[in-house]
């Protein structure tokens, strides 16, 4: 198994540190989401949230701290440890992004939060954050040659829009 070199992990992780400050100041710093720190009118979305999505939530949750040992032993070139968190959209919306492991510090996931899909224009660069592992809501171990483990709640979401798009008899 290939696996990249002890420091290039800590050094890209500081790389993306470093561009932090600049990102903050621009004020538009993501704000990712848990359940405990989310404001008053986000409440009740997320609980619909978390009641329709019970079952996959629980199993992605249920797996992730082995996902996170592997991850931590290593991956082989090419693989990514992907995950789901939600971040404000608005006073009383959020919506779901993905985000690149950098690393943990204890309970403390260090990541690059990806842009969202080509919405705009100009690309977006992805952007360094931090937030406890409660704010995970999914994993994908993505594989270099196309593989994915994990991906339960995003599973779930494509299976139910395929029954959706069924046409009734």
């Not at 360094?128 to 991906?151: C, H, I, K, Q, Y």
């Amino acid at each position: 198994m290939n696996t990249l070199p002890a420091f290039v992990v800590p050094l890209l992780a500081g790389l993306a540190w470093l561009q932090a400050p600049a990102v903050a100041a621009q004020g538009t710093a993501p704000i990712v989401l848990t359940a405990a720190s989310a404001p008053a009118g986000l409440r009740p979305a997320l609980t619909r949230d978390e009641t329709a999505f019970a079952d996959p939530l629980r199993e992605a949750q249920r797996t992730l701290p082995q996902a996170k040992k592997r991850f931590q032993a290593g991956l082989p070139q090419g693989d990514q440890f992907l995950i789901s968190v939600r971040v404000v959209a608005s006073d009383t919306s959020f919506r779901q992004a993905s985000a690149r492991v950098l690393g943990w510090r204890g309970n403390t996931v260090q990541a690059l939060l990806l842009p969202e899909e080509a919405n705009s224009a100009s690309p977006m660069e992805p952007l360094p954050v931090s937030f406890p592992e409660t704010a995970v809501v999914d994993w994908t171990l993505l594989r270099a040659g196309g593989r994915e483990e994990g991906n339960y709640v995003g599973r779930y979401l494509d299976t139910a829009r395929q029954l959706e798009s069924l046409p009734f008899r």
